[in-house]
Nanobody
Framework: QVQLVESGGGLVQAGDSLRLSCAASRVHFSNYDMTWFRQAPGKEREFVSTIKCSGGSTYYADSVKGRFTISRDNAKNTVWLQMNSLKPEETAVYYC???????????????????WGQGTQVTVSS
């Protein structure tokens, strides 16, 4: 069974940085586009960033452009999300998700994704 395991969350102050990791197992990782979503308390889960299977293309929510960077290493079956200049309103559970590449599915749509991690909590204090 495919597993996605996030790590790297924690409690930080506004303006700080965090680097989230998502390790995949039992999957041909390079066949999958990887995306980070987040869900704040009382809110819907929202798209943060996608990296295509080869790592050649990346996409970001407008709210994180210029501050967050997504990357991956297919040899390590891992995707990262570097988050800089964090804001209190970005307190959320961050999830990684995998969708099979080249299927024409939308990056921002949760139903596009076959596999999800359990999430990692990021708390940003003001």
């Amino acid at each position: 069974q495919v597993q996605l395991v996030e790590s790297g969350g924690g409690l930080v102050q506004a303006g700080d940085s965090l680097r989230l990791s998502c390790a995949a197992s039992r999957v041909h990782f390079s066949n999958y586009d990887m995306t980070w979503f987040r869900q704040a308390p009382g809110k819907e889960r929202e798209f943060v960033s996608t990296i295509k299977c080869s790592g050649g293309s990346t996409y970001y929510a407008d709210s994180v452009k210029g501050r967050f960077t997504i990357s991956r290493d297919n040899a390590k079956n891992t995707v990262w999300l570097q988050m800089n200049s964090l804001k209190p309103e970005e307190t959320a559970v961050y999830y990684c998700a995998a969708k099979l590449a080249f299927q024409g599915r939308a990056n921002k749509t949760m139903t596009s994704y076959e596999y999800w991690g359990q999430g990692t909590q990021v708390t940003v204090s003001s």
